[in-house]
């Protein structure tokens, strides 16, 4: 039983980052127009700066 509902759990976990890569990466691309390194060089930045604020924060 305990092993199901971690599988659930671990499952949801799974689907949900996935979602999150694909609008992380496939939204810059649809809006802005961008190419391919100029988006992944943003979204490097950007992820760089908002582990850095967590990092201060604790």
């Known amino acids: 039983s305990d092993i ?5 759990l671990f499952s949801a976990i799974v689907i949900f980052l996935g979602n999150i890569l ?3 990466i496939g939204l810059p691309l649809l ?4 190419d391919l ?8 930045e950007n992820t760089g700066l908002v582990i850095h604020h967590l990092g201060k924060m604790f």
Request: charged share 5%; no cysteine; aromatic share 24%.
């Open 37 to 44: 390194t100029t988006m992944f060089g943003w979204w490097f």
């Open 31 to 34: 809006t802005a127009k961008v």
């Open 4 to 8: 199901t509902s971690q599988g659930y």
């Open 22 to 24: 694909v609008l992380l």
